[in-house]
């Protein structure tokens, strides 16, 4: 644990202790490296150290540019900062700026699948920072300035695009710059305006307002419609207090103050300070006034305020709690893949604007179920007023922006290496990522809003420890193990983490352990079970006393499965549990593929199920698909498509049919249909009468053999990410682990446990 005072203790807010947890929680920080290639053997070893390295020393030493096709130069992006503008801290120092940059670098990896390393730098003097830089600037495909301030970032980054033949970005000035012209484009779009016509105000003339500024001038804004204030007001002709950057901006104007300029413009661009833009001054505003409230935390003016005055406003700021939030992450690192991508000599202003239109292009398309989550006033997203700009977890923005960036390196000369197939190149950048993190950021963002116990039952076990640890540590709730008590914290301290970090429930010595029995000695006395049977069950079976943990609700979900197969482990719970009244229990698994996501069922508990069970598994798995932001289209699934070819499993889904009819069931569904009908967009083309809308993403299949087969077979040969054998229709909420499960597996779970997809009448 580090050694804070506890002067600084007590000025800490509850997010500040969370943050500082998380850093500090082994490892720590939030970087690490893993090798790409094998380690296993002495071969191993020899070709990817001594000797075999010396191949490609002699490539590269021969040809130079080899060193992208044998190192992992291109995709290496160095994240650098000398901590002189630490978002809006100031100057601190470079060691300060290390957690900022290595979040940066995580983001890199997250989002474009980047391999980015922080390297904080202690000059602040410019031509020291430029030497050391040029010096290492070889190492990296790219190169990201951070949080370096104004104005001499300005200075570093031109005299380092000039010495490197590799890109150099500054983000604090371009990222902003990039996402608030993809918005204004749309903003303009949805109030039909040109920019070559429209009045800006510009407040803030720091490196991000100069660089938006700059970048709506190249698409169209007129010198004589904009003004720019800055602390001291309007930038005017007049004054000699500019540095050149900014002086060439100035204008011969009467206008000297921000509620001056702000009368009858039409656009406001502010990335100043909090709280300095008036009602007053946005009732003077133009018609639909196009207002970008960018100051972090608090904007220049917050959008309740401007909608007590203004229903007509188009509104972003640079927070999540608002609609359209300018955040560079819709970027950085799809402008950086791009580049990588051809071997870029520089990001020039042709990239630039190729990402604005890019960006821009993505919040006018269908927001995918993935993205399309209900918002608090409800409805799903879609494009206008208060969605002008994508989600950063749209899971498209990977294969959608780089192509653009790409092409426009390629057509501007500064690639070293075209895309020969654009479309190839798009599905090879929808692989780079794993394409459930949309669906793990639902359920982050709901079960952090509402935290659960979730008892591990198998406590003991190393990977369940650091599951629960990892559970709890990102805050996504209170983590419970079940085992002995010195047997786990012999296992933390084994593993480096705290051993009272967690809580410890011993089966055999808990305080609870005589009303469990009690409990179900009554529920098994007629079952064959003698009372002893019954404490032997709740002293030594985790799985047992983990469920009636739940029963009794001393916790909230389960994750269970590390060490025994599937339908073992479900037996121990269900003599505890029963299935929740009015649902049946059942196995669902979650594949994506393709931007698709398809709920499948049931997975594991029913072998072959009858009409009814059909049409009770068609209801759980559609309440389910809900709950997890999909707007269910239910497929019953046969070799048979509407009766062609006839058989007896045919029979029984038409009859499934007909029973949900006769529930007037409040979802899509259909069937009896081939898979590939199912999944089929246009099938309505050849079966007008089809009920559903589009294609299916529920799939009920006919028996279990059917949908593990078929799960299976997406996963292995189909290139889908599976999420398996979600636990649906208990009484309580369980999950059930694949045999030797691991850490991140069991985390996932234990958040699906604590997300709770069964639907309880």
């Known amino acids: 644990m580090s050694d804070r005072s506890s002067d600084e203790t007590r000025n800490l807010s509850q997010t500040d202790e969370d943050a500082l947890a998380l850093h500090e929680a082994y490892p720590a920080g939030k970087i690490a490296l893993l090798p790409t290639k094998p380690m296993a053997t002495q071969r191993d070893l020899a070709l990817a150290y001594s000797p075999g390295v010396a191949a490609p020393v002699r490539a590269i030493a021969e040809n130079p540019d080899a060193v992208y096709d044998y190192t992992s130069k291109g995709n290496m992006v160095a994240v650098v900062s000398n901590g002189t503008a630490i978002l809006g ?26 391999d980015a390393f922080d390297l904080e730098i202690t000059y602040t003097d410019p031509d020291k920072f430029v030497d050391c830089v040029k010096g290492f600037g070889d190492t990296f495909g790219g190169i990201n300035l951070e949080d370096i301030k104004s104005p001499e970032c300005f200075e570093i980054e031109e005299r380092l695009r000039e010495a490197l033949d590799i890109p150099v970005f500054h983000d604090d000035q371009h990222g902003t710059a990039i996402i608030a012209a993809a918005g204004l484009m749309n903003a303009l779009h949805l109030t039909d305006r040109k920019f070559e016509d429209v009045r800006l105000v510009l407040l803030g003339a720091g490196a991000a307002g100069l660089s938006v500024l700059e970048l709506v001038k ?89 909608r007590e005055v203004r229903s007509d406003a188009i509104i972003a700021t640079g927070r999540s709690d608002f609609p359209n939030q300018v955040n560079n992450v819709l970027g950085f690192p799809y402008i950086f893949r791009g580049a990588l991508d051809v071997r870029a000599r520089e990001i020039n202003e042709e990239m630039k604007l190729a990402a604005a239109r890019a960006i821009a292009d993505l919040a006018r398309q269908d927001v995918p179920d993935e993205v399309s989550t209900a918002r608090a006033s409800g409805g799903q997203l879609r494009f206008g007023r208060d969605y002008i700009i994508p989600s950063p977890f749209d899971p498209r923005l990977i294969s959608f922006v780089p192509p653009y960036v790409a092409k426009a390196a390629v057509d501007s000369g500064v690639a070293r290496k075209p895309i020969e197939d654009t479309h190839t190149y798009r599905r090879e950048l929808a692989r780079r990522l794993d394409p459930t993190a949309a669906l793990q950021q639902r359920v982050t963002a709901t079960i952090q809003s509402e935290p659960k116990r979730i008892v591990f039952a198998e406590g003991e076990e190393p990977s369940v420890i650091r599951a629960a640890h990892a559970f709890q540590n990102q805050g996504l709730g209170t983590a419970v193990l079940v085992a002995r008590e010195d047997v786990a914290r012999a296992n933390m301290r084994e593993l480096g983490l705290p051993e009272n970090d967690l809580e410890i429930w011993n089966a055999r010595l808990s305080d609870r352990n005589p009303e469990y029995v009690d409990f179900l000695y009554k529920r098994m006395q007629r079952s064959g079970y003698l009372r002893r049977d019954v404490q032997r069950l709740v002293n030594n079976d985790r799985n047992v006393f983990s469920a009636c943990m739940l029963r009794f609700d001393d916790a909230d979900g389960m994750v269970t499965g590390v060490t025994r197969h599937f339908m073992n482990t479900l037996s121990d719970v269900r003599i505890v549990l029963d299935e929740a009244p009015g649902a049946r229990l059942m196995g669902m698994s979650i594949a994506i593929a393709r931007g698709r996501t398809l709920v499948i069922a049931d997975t594991n508990v029913t072998e072959f199920p009858d009409s009814a069970a059909l049409a009770d598994i068609a209801e759980g798995a559609a309440k389910a698909a809900r709950k997890l932001g999909l707007n269910p289209r239910v497929a019953f699934t046969s070799y048979s498509t509407f009766g062609n070819p006839p058989g007896v499993r045919t029979e029984t889904v038409k009859h499934a049919v007909q029973l949900l009819d006769a529930r007037a069931a409040d979802f899509e569904y259909e069937g009896e249909m081939a898979v590939d009908i199912a999944l089929n967009p246009d099938h309505r083309e050849v079966y007008p009468f089809s009920r559903l809308s589009d294609a299916a993403n529920v799939l009920v299949m006919p028996a279990v053999h059917s949908a593990s087969i078929s799960t299976r077979l997406l996963k292995a040969a189909g290139g889908a990410t599976v999420i398996e054998g979600l636990l649906v229709g208990l009484e309580r909420s369980v999950q059930i682990a694949r045999l030797g499960s691991n850490v991140s597996d069991l985390v996932n779970l234990a958040g699906m446990a604590s997300f709770d997809l069964t639907h309880r009448e």
Do not use: C
């Not at 413009?265 to 001054?281: E, H, K, R, T, Y």
């Open 218 to 306: 190249s698409l169209g804004v007129r010198d004589e419609n904009v003004t720019v204030v800055d602390v001291e007001g309007v930038v005017h002709t007049g004054r000699t207090d500019l540095h050149p950057r900014l002086k060439k901006h100035a204008r011969e104007t009467t206008l000297r103050t921000l509620d001056e300029a702000l009368v009858d413009a039409d656009v406001l661009m502010g990335l100043s300070a909090g709280g300095i833009v008036s009602q007053n001054m946005v009732k003077s505003m133009a018609a639909d006034p196009i207002i970008f409230a960018m100051a972090n935390p608090t904007p220049e003016i917050m959008p309740d305020k401007i």
């Open 89 to 114: 801290l100031g100057n601190l120092g470079a060691a300060a700026s290390k957690p900022v940059m290595e979040g940066k670098a995580v983001l890199f990896k997250r989002f474009a699948d980047i």
